[in-house]
Structure formats: structure tokens, C-alpha cells
């Protein structure tokens, strides 16, 4: 399995800086076969930036759409829109969830309509401080996983990839904490079992895992060496491109 290196610009660079920012990382990087590079900017900068794109070494990521192909949805964009420009879509990031009021229903549709326009989804599960430590952690991770595949069939499980984004480890979240790799472990762990349960084994071996929580250079051949991480989904770090760049050497290094 390749090893996924996302990185999730959220609401920062205008057009023009994303287009440098890609520009620079195309000139910085080789053709690696084995780690798929995939960088999630603004909605806005999406076609803009697919013409510029070598897809053979970067992917393209949108970082949330909606559900529906057409209609009176003020303010959206659709998965049918993207299709051909994004290659995958982050669906579910906590953001969304607790900032949006997104939940496992409109999860469930969004994956689903990513998977119907060839945009292949990474959907993010992962418990609050408070769930946490009320012992809840394992019944959130279990409802977001099987919630949000609800409407993916069976020969559609391998166009998912699941990211595990504990929200007390994302770096925006106040007085967030470092995630061990013990903890994330426990937690992959748990999503491959319920992926297992429900799906079957050999589907589930097939499913990308991906960990995602205040990831940086000095951190990452960490968290790429715990079982069953199959890649990073990189907030903050993504930003700043040496740091980016800097990520996917570990990766590859971490691989070889
Ligand atoms: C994220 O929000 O997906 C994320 C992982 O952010 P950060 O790396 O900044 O914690």
C-alpha cells in the first residue's frame, strides 16, 4: 500500500499563493511512486490549480463540498462540480463537524456523493477531549466509522481512505496535546476490527488508515511507524513548504 502524505491548507492562502506554493513544491519534489502527495486547498483555488498540476506527482484535494449534484443549495459546491478536478475530498473533518454542525447523516450522504463523482473520500473519525475521558473514545470512533460508510457498498470500500484526527491533538484546538503513538495504536486498531466486522477482513486490510494531529518533521517517522498508519493528514505543518516537504522525506525514508 502507497503511504498518503495530505496536506490541509484549511482557509488560508489566496489563489495566487497557492499556485506559487504548488509551483515550488513541484520544482521540490521527485516522482514518488510509493507516497501519494495530496494537498487539499480552498474550494476556490481547485480548478485553478488542476490545470497547473503534474498529477503524477501531486494530487488534488477538495477540503468539504455538498451532497448534492444541483439545485436551490445558495452557497454550495457540488461533488459533480469537482468532478475531474479534485481527486479526493476530506469528509468530516472536525472542523466541519463542531464548527458547521455537520453530523454522521450529511457524512454519510458526502461520502457517498464523493464516491459517485470518482473523488475518492478520506473520512475523518476522532473523539473530543471529553469523550475521551469519559471513556467514550471507542462508541465514537465505531459510530463515525460505520456512519459515515453507511451508503458505500461493498466494492466501493476500497475508494475509501479513513483518517484518525483525535480533535484534542489538532493544533488549532486550544492547548491541544501530542497524540502517542501507543494511543493511536489502540484507536487504528479499533477502526480496522469495526471495518473487519462489518466489511470483512481482507476489505478491511485494504482500507488506507491515515493519522492526523499536530503532525510535524520531528514527529512524523513516529506516528508513520505505528501499526497500521498507512499515511498523515497534515494541518499547520503543510503551511509552511519546507516543513511539507520535509514530512515527505521522512516518509520516504520511513518506507525504504
Ligand atoms: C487537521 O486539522 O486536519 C490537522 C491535522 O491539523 P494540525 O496538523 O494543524 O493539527
Redesign the pocket.
Known amino acids: 500500500m502507497k503511504t498518503y502524505i495530505v496536506g490541509?491548507w484549511?482557509l488560508n492562502f489566496t489563489v495566487g499563493e497557492a499556485s506559487i506554493y504548488l509551483h515550488k513544491l513541484l520544482k521540490a519534489l521527485p516522482n514518488y511512486r510509493d507516497i501519494e502527495v495530496v494537498v487539499a486547498p480552498s474550494t476556490i483555488a481547485l480548478q485553478p490549480l488542476s490545470l497547473q498540476v503534474d498529477r503524477h506527482k501531486i494530487k488534488l484535494a477538495a477540503q468539504n463540498a455538498f451532497y448534492r449534484d444541483y439545485g436551490a443549495f445558495t452557497g454550495e459546491t457540488s461533488f459533480s462540480q469537482l468532478r475531474g478536478i479534485a481527486d479526493y475530498t476530506i469528509v468530516g473533518?472536525?472542523?466541519r463537524r463542531y464548527i458547521f454542525g455537520e453530523n454522521d447523516k450529511m457524512i454519510e450522504k458526502k461520502v457517498a456523493a464523493a464516491i459517485r463523482n470518482k473523488i475518492t473520500p478520506i473520512l475523518?473519525v476522532g473523539e473530543t477531549e471529553s469523550e475521551r475521558s469519559f471513556g467514550e473514545t471507542a462508541d465514537v470512533i465505531r459510530d463515525q466509522v460505520i456512519g459515515g460508510l453507511t451508503d458505500v457498498a461493498d466494492d466501493d470500500l476500497d475508494k475509501v481512505v479513513i483518517a484518525y484526527?483525535p480533535v484534542w491533538?489538532?493544533?488549532?484546538t486550544k492547548a491541544?496535546k501530542l497524540a502517542t503513538p501507543d494511543e493511536i495504536a489502540e484507536v487504528v486498531a479499533l477502526i480496522r476490527k469495526t471495518l473487519a466486522d462489518t466489511y470483512g477482513k481482507e476489505v478491511a486490510e485494504k482500507v488506507p488508515v491515515l493519522f492526523?494531529?499536530?503532525?510535524n518533521p520531528s514527529n512524523a517517522g513516529a506516528y508513520l511507524t505505528v501499526p497500521g498508519v498507512n499515511g498523515l493528514?497534515?494541518?499547520?505543518?503543510s503551511l509552511i513548504l519546507s516543513e511539507f516537504t520535509d514530512i515527505i522525506e521522512v516518509a520516504k525514508r520511513v518506507r525504504s
Open positions: 490541509n484549511k473533518h472536525s472542523e475523518c484526527e491533538a489538532i493544533s488549532s491541544a492526523g494531529g499536530s503532525v493528514l497534515v494541518g499547520g505543518s
